[in-house]
Each structure stands twice: as C-alpha cells, then as structure tokens.
C-alpha cells in the first residue's frame, strides 16, 4: 500500500497555498484510523496479553465501528472497552454487516432505527435490501441471503453476470423482540473473529433467490430456522394465539424488484433512501 501511494504525486514551479485540492491526486480521510483500515498482521501466541495487530484486535475494531454506527441509530448497545479486557474472554457481543447495507454510513444509518442489542448478543446480516424499526435482539440473530446485491445471468458469452438491484433477498423487521440463548459464550472452542462459535439457541432467517421475509409486532422466542424459497414472502404477525405465519408468492409481475425496494436519491451532498411499497 505504501509503494502504491508513493507514486501519487503532483509536482509544481512554486509553493501552492489555496485552491488546489481538487486537481491534486491525492486526498486526506479526516476520520479514525480503524474506520479504514485495522490490521492483522501477527498471529496471537498462546499467553499473549496485547492483541494489537492480531485478528483477535481487528474484530474489536470492527465491533467498535459497528457500535458506532448503530448507536447513531438511536440503538442501545453494550459499550466496548480497551482491548486489554478481552484479552482472557471473548468481545461483549457480535455484529458482522454485509458491506452493501451501504457501503457509506449515511446510506446504511436510514435502514435501522430504534431498539437494543443486548450484551453477549449476535447479528448478522448478509442482506442488502433491510429493514430494521425497534427491534429488541437478546441473543443470535442471522440473516442470509443468497441474492445479496442482486442476481445472476448468463450472458451471451455464457459468462455469469451479477445484475445489481434485480430479484435481491428482503427483509423487514418492524416491532420485533428477539429472545433467545444465542452463542455458548463458556464454550473454549469459540473462535470469535472466525465468526466459528457455538450456539445454545439461534434464530435464522435464510432467504434464497428473491425470498422476502417480513415480521411485524411479535416476539421470536427460543430456536427458530425460517427457510423462504424463491419467488415467495413469508409474513410473520401475532396470532390468536401466539404466530400467524403466512406463506405466500410474490405476484409475478413484483418478481424483478420485489414487494418493496429502497430508492436511491442524491440531494446536493448526501444520498436520501425512500421505501418504496410496489
């Protein structure tokens, strides 16, 4: 990285002092170090008490950029603290979030809103098209998709194409309480930045092709697996009693975009999300 960036240079006859930023070459990130970059570049030893450069250290990066952008969401979650107090236990929770819920803060900030992570919870969302409004997590979380960002197509070459926005995975969360045992924290064979722990209790959310799943005023209690298959909306509600689950196929000419998508609009300097209900 360093070799790359020492061939960005401009050279002129005299000192420049105004004006010039915009035909320079180069540009300065004005922001902490660990939003860019956090590196891992030791292996931790067994006994070893600084986890600075290890993989180990880089997860807490991460989890500490996670804390704060989801803070700025109006969720509460545990604070994180130097990494010398993790050295003999694991991190206070996990967050991992597929890059294309944004990849900019701005953009990722306008699809959650409200709610809680609760300590030693886990969240993971490999889903682009999300909707998060007061949700309550105590314990795991996982969303997956199979069609992050899009959907794959053959070409005229034969070659696979990734057609962005088209018949991606949904989901929604509106109202939500998450209640489960979630990952073996005491189990001494958890690999924390892995991502390879050990589970009491898990509710997982797989959505495959353009699945959508949606879950709205309820609360998902215990060990749980929804499985959407392609092309159909699996509505959860409250029930009488306890869930009323609802099985149904998206409407063929919804097949492309979906029952619902975020519209991207750019005013001036920032990038406004309008859910947009088809």
């Not at 998060?132 to 194409?161: D, F, H, P």
């Not at 050990?198 to 060990?223: C, K, M, P, W, Y």
């Not at 409407?251 to 990038?271: A, C, F, L, T």
Request: aromatic share 8%; glycine share 8%.
């Amino acid at each position: 990285m360093q070799n790359i960036a020492d061939n960005y240079f401009n050279s002129y006859s005299s000192r420049c002092y105004n004006d010039v930023e915009d035909e320079l070459d180069t540009f300065i990130v004005y922001n902490e170090r660990r939003r860019v970059t956090s590196s891992a570049k030791k292996k931790r030893r067994h006994g070893d008490k600084s986890l600075h450069q290890t993989p180990d250290g880089a997860l807490l990066d991460i989890l500490r950029n996670a804390h704060d952008l989801l803070s700025q969401c109006d969720i509460r979650l545990p604070e994180i603290e130097a990494n010398e107090n993790y050295v003999d236990s694991g991190p206070p929770f996990l967050i991992l979030l597929h890059p294309a819920l944004g990849p900019l803060w701005e953009v990722t900030k306008q699809k959650f809103y409200g709610g809680s992570v609760s300590e030693g919870s886990e969240l993971q969302i490999e889903v682009a098209e999300f909707f998060w409004r007061n949700v309550q997590l105590n314990g795991s979380l996982i969303i997956i998709a199979e069609n992050v960002m899009g959907s794959m197509k053959i070409n005229e070459t034969g070659e696979y194409i990734l057609h962005y926005g088209q018949r991606c995975g949904k989901c929604k969360l509106q109202n939500v309480k998450v209640l489960n045992k979630g990952i073996d924290w005491n189990c001494d064979r958890n690999i924390y930045w892995k991502h390879d722990v050990q589970r009491s209790e898990v509710l997982q959310i797989i959505l495959h092709g353009n699945a959508e799943f949606e879950a709205t005023d309820v609360v998902l209690q215990g060990n749980h697996v929804f499985e959407v298959p392609d092309g159909h909306r699996l509505k959860i509600m409250p029930g009488n009693p306890g869930l009323a689950i609802q099985l149904d196929r998206i409407d063929q000419d919804m097949m492309e975009r979906g029952s619902w998508h975020w519209n991207y609009r750019v005013e001036g300097s920032h990038i406004q999300l309008d859910l947009v209900e088809s």
